[in-house]
């Protein structure tokens, strides 16, 4: 009979993936509806707006973005979000990278870290976050005052991050 010592070890596995957001995030670059992508012409910006098809939009996390070293006043990206918000699952400012670890940072802080409270904790590796330090400071921060150790990787293979003393 074969004995899965991982399972009764005792080890709690934590994947960070499982907090990424589910909705698809898209960055939306408001350069493009700039005059020669650097200048703001008001009711040329208003008319492209208004003629853009917004629809790709819908039910996705907007990142509203500027490519350019434009000066944009902020009721630009005010009138942008006006458009946005009725189909979009939510408008957030930045780029998509920013938005996706707002969004992490947000699920993670949601954490009821109390349930890892003196338990030993596997943060998993590899898969989408895995060049993504700061996914990986956010549960650190989270935990370290309350588990019992702290590693990375995968049960079969781990590298030791913390053990209380």
């Known amino acids: 009979m074969l004995v899965n010592k991982i399972a009764q070890s005792g080890l709690i596995v934590l994947d960070l993936e499982n907090y990424f957001p ?5 960055e939306i670059d408001i350069s493009q509806f700039l005059f020669k992508g650097i200048i703001l012409r008001e009711k040329e910006f208003r008319t492209s707006l208004k003629e853009y098809d917004w629809s790709p939009f819908e039910n996705k996390i907007i990142a509203i973005t500027c490519s350019t070293d434009a000066i944009i006043p902020q009721w630009a990206y005010m009138l942008v979000t006006s458009l946005l918000l009725p189909q979009a699952a939510s408008v957030y400012f930045g780029s998509k990278q920013l938005v996706e670890e707002h969004l992490l940072v947000k699920a993670l802080n949601e954490i009821n870290v109390e349930q890892y ?27 370290l005052p309350v588990v019992k150790s702290l590693m990375f990787g995968e049960p079969c293979s781990t590298v030791p991050v913390y053990k209380k003393k």
């Open 117 to 143: 409270r003196d338990e030993m904790v596997i943060i998993k590796g590899c898969g989408k976050l895995e060049k993504s330090g700061w996914a990986y400071v956010e549960i650190s921060k989270l935990l």
């Open 22 to 26: 589910k909705i698809e995030v898209v």
